[in-house]
């Protein structure tokens, strides 16, 4: 049973920094998915396996950075210049195989999210 559990989320104002974390066990290609009020959960950021191959949504390239620390097993996304449209519960996910896949469905290990709120 993987389990997967994120910390780091909070409010704070447009502009501002915040570093999501998600411990999990185990050796999988790592993502970042976020879901907004009444919007479908969207990918944000996956990281393979050895932190040598990532992929970022077109909406966060240039102020996100996905991360990992296999040896801490924790997977991390640092979140810089934030928008309010970045408000959504964010999740960290986990899936077997290579390929930093963006498709939700590839993902078949979920935590139960973090509240992100970015005020104006």
């Known amino acids: 049973q993987v389990q997967l559990v994120e910390s780091g989320g909070g409010l704070v104002q447009a502009g501002d920094s915040l570093k999501l974390s998600c411990a999990f066990s185990?050796?999988?290609?790592m993502g970042w998915f976020r879901q907004a009020p009444g919007k479908e959960r969207e990918f944000v950021a996956s990281?393979?396996?050895?932190?040598?191959?990532?992929n970022y949504a077109d909406s966060v390239k240039g102020r996100f950075t996905i991360s990992r620390d296999n040896a801490k097993n924790a997977v991390y996304l640092q979140m810089d210049s934030l928008k309010p449209e970045d408000t959504a519960v964010y999740y960290c996910?986990?899936?077997?195989?290579?390929?930093?896949?963006?498709?939700?469905?590839?993902?078949?290990?979920w935590g139960q999210g973090t509240q992100v709120t970015v005020s104006s």
């Open positions: 996910a986990a899936k077997l195989g290579a390929g930093v896949d963006y498709r939700r469905a590839e993902y078949g290990y």
């Open positions: 185990g050796r999988y290609t």
């Open positions: 990281i393979s396996t050895s932190s040598d191959s990532t």
